[in-house]
């Protein structure tokens, strides 16, 4: 069973930029692709960003294309989220997602002036 530990998040103002992270710990990382998913207060999960296995193909929510990137490290099992040039909207608990849709147990992020 994999399991994934995210962190980084933090309060930060209009305009900032965080890094997540997401340690996963399965021997075969390497195999799976993985995303970010997102839960906004009183709102559902959102979808924000997947990357394929080896990295070569990314997809993001239209909410946060140009702004945030997804990014992983494989010899590390780490996965990675760098939001930028953040917005109020953005607020949320952040998760990381595998294919399977078990996630760890998230990171708060709140943009906030």
């Known amino acids: 069973e994999v399991q994934l530990v995210e962190s980084g998040g933090g309060l930060v103002q209009p305009g900032g930029s965080l890094r997540l992270s997401c340690a996963a710990s399965?021997?075969?990382?390497?195999?799976?692709?993985m995303k970010w998913v997102r839960q906004a207060p009183g709102k559902g999960l959102e979808w924000v960003s997947d990357?394929?296995?080896?990295?070569?193909?990314?997809r993001y929510a239209d909410s946060v294309k140009g702004r945030f990137t997804i990014s992983r490290d494989n010899a590390k099992n780490m996965l990675y989220l760098q939001m930028n040039s953040l917005k109020p909207e953005d607020t949320a608990v952040y998760y990381c997602?595998?294919?399977?849709?078990?996630r760890g147990q998230g990171t708060q992020v709140t943009v906030s002036s």
């Open positions: 399965v021997f075969t990382f390497s195999s799976y692709n």
């Open positions: 997602a595998d294919p399977t849709d078990s």
């Open positions: 990357i394929t296995s080896g990295g070569g193909y990314r």
